[in-house]
């Protein structure tokens, strides 16, 4: 059951449509700009995204691990 919902976080992680949420700031310089600045600015937004899901992923992780080494 744990390997399935890992598995699942993971899936679930990959296949994220981008994301186009941006800041005022950010929005204002990417409407006088060109497409590759925008893509570049959600690749960014993206990129800052995932690293708090893969902290917490980590976490759940050690903290499954240790609480079976204590069981057995």
Do not use: W
């Amino acid at each position: 059951m744990g390997k399935r919902i890992v598995i699942l976080f993971f899936l679930l992680i990959f296949f994220i449509e981008k994301s186009v949420a941006q800041c005022a700031m950010c929005k204002a310089v990417v409407e006088n700009g060109d497409a590759s600045m925008a893509e570049g600015v959600n690749n960014g937004i993206t990129y800052l995204m995932v690293f708090p899901y893969i902290l917490v992923g980590l976490l759940f992780y050690f903290i499954f691990r240790y609480k079976k080494k204590v069981k057995n």
